[in-house]
Each structure stands twice: as C-alpha cells, then as structure tokens.
C-alpha cells in the first residue's frame, strides 16, 4: 500500500482516476462470472438443438449489427453535422 502511494505520489496521479479504473476492472470481473455462470447453467438446463439454435439466433443478430453499426453512426453524424450547419447560419 505504501508503495502505491509513493508511486501515486511520484508520477501525480489522481486518486479519482485510480478510483475509476478499479470500477471498470470490477465490472469487466462481474460481467465474466455472470457469463460464465449463466452458461453452465444453460448447458444443464436446456437441450442440444435448443442451445444450438439460440446461439446461431445470437451469433446472427450479432453480424447484422455489427453490419449495420457503422451505417447507423454515419448517418446519426451527417444529420448531427446538419443540425449544426443550419443553427450556425
């Protein structure tokens, strides 16, 4: 402990953002157990072809939007950039 605090002494780092790290890294740590619990308990629960089916379902959704993320943000920007545009004339 002291030696974290001579080092965020040293290199001035902020406690906030110490703080803000180790949220994020708790979070990153919730979501894996919950994934990993979530499909140990699916394995037991469900069949094969009902497992399978949904995660062919999810995998798909997953590619259309991936696919159509970008032309969603280009089109949300253009219309953003519009906006400013005319509020500025």
Known sequence: MIILLLLLHYFQFSICWLSAAGSV?????MHSC????????????????????????CSGMARIGALVTPFV?????????????????
């Open 73 to 89: 943000a280009q089109v949300s920007q253009a219309r953003l950039l519009a906006r400013v545009n005319v509020s500025i004339r």
């Open 34 to 57: 919950i994934t990993c619990n979530l499909f140990t308990c699916c394995v037991q629960v469900y069949p094969t072809t009902i497992r399978a089916l949904g995660l062919g379902i």
């Open 25 to 29: 890294v708790q979070l990153m740590c």
